[in-house]
Nanobody, 126 residues
Framework: QVQVVESGGGLVRSGGSLRLSCTVS????????MGWLRQAPGEDREGVSC????????YYEAPVKGRFTISRDNAKRMLYLQMNSLKPEDTAMYYC???????????????????WGQGTQVVVSS
């Protein structure tokens, strides 16, 4: 049984930082590309950032580029998202997702991901 569990969300003031973590079990983590997506109230789920199965390729959506950093530790089966210079518009539920990645390009669309966590809430106050 695949389990994807996010943690690290919370309430932070504008300009602050948070580090999200995601742990994955039940699949060969090192073979899976990983992504962070988010969903604000009343909005569609959107991509934030993704990383290849080897960790050698990353992608960031324009709203977070230069402020967020995605990373992974395959030995620990962990995915991270360092979020700096947070803005109120970053407020959303953040989801960790897995996609079989060996010999496949990284992808950022919601439909590309096979396994999802329950999400961790991030609230940025102004």
């Amino acid at each position: 049984q695949v389990q994807v569990v996010e943690s690290g969300g919370g309430l932070v003031r504008s300009g602050g930082s948070l580090r999200l973590s995601c742990t994955v079990s039940g699949l060969p983590f090192a073979d899976y590309a990983m992504g962070w997506l988010r969903q604000a109230p009343g909005e569609d789920r959107e991509g934030v950032s993704c990383i290849s199965w080897r960790g050698d390729e990353t992608y960031y959506e324009a709203p977070v580029k230069g402020r967020f950093t995605i990373s992974r530790d395959n030995a620990k089966r962990m995915l991270y998202l360092q979020m700096n210079s947070l803005k109120p518009e970053d407020t959303a539920m953040y989801y960790c997702a897995a996609r079989f990645g060996v010999s496949r390009p990284i992808a950022m669309s919601r439909q590309d991901y096979e396994y999802w966590g329950q999400g961790t809430q991030v609230v940025v106050s102004s």
